[in-house]
């Protein structure tokens, strides 16, 4: 079992900028694709981005491209989302997921475990 906890969620002007943090415990983020993936109030879970096991691959959501950054670091089992130059539309939930392969998969159905979700609001 893999157990998946993000934290550095909050509230944040537009412009301004938050990094989360998705930390597990029990077995190893080794060899598996990591992604953030978030939602909004009355819409569907979306893929933000993603990060092959090594750290060296990287996907992004058309959206995000250009502000967000994925990162990981396997010695302390935790993968970062950097978010900067945040807009309102931003705004949803955040959740961390662990992958099934070392390929990242856009769709949220290809991702085995997932964190609680970390809530993101960012004002007009």
């Known amino acids: 079992q893999v157990q998946l906890v993000e934290s550095g969620g909050g509230l944040v002007q537009a412009g301004g900028s938050l990094r989360l943090s998705c930390t597990a415990s029990?077995?190893?983020?080794?060899?598996?694709?990591m992604a953030w993936l978030r939602q909004a109030p009355g819409k569907e879970r979306e893929f933000v981005a993603g990060?092959?096991?090594?750290?060296?691959?990287?996907r992004y959501a058309t959206s995000v491209m250009g502000r967000f950054t994925i990162s990981r670091d396997n010695a302390k089992n935790t993968v970062y989302l950097q978010m900067n130059a945040l807009k309102p539309e931003d705004t949803a939930v955040y959740y961390c997921?662990?992958?099934?392969?070392?390929?990242?998969?856009?769709?949220?159905?290809?991702?085995?475990?997932w964190g609680q979700g970390t809530q993101v609001t960012v004002s007009s």
């Open positions: 997921a662990r992958g099934r392969s070392t390929v990242i998969q856009v769709d949220a159905k290809f991702y085995s475990y």
């Open positions: 029990g077995r190893t983020l080794s060899n598996y694709a």
């Open positions: 990060v092959t096991w090594s750290g060296q691959g990287t």
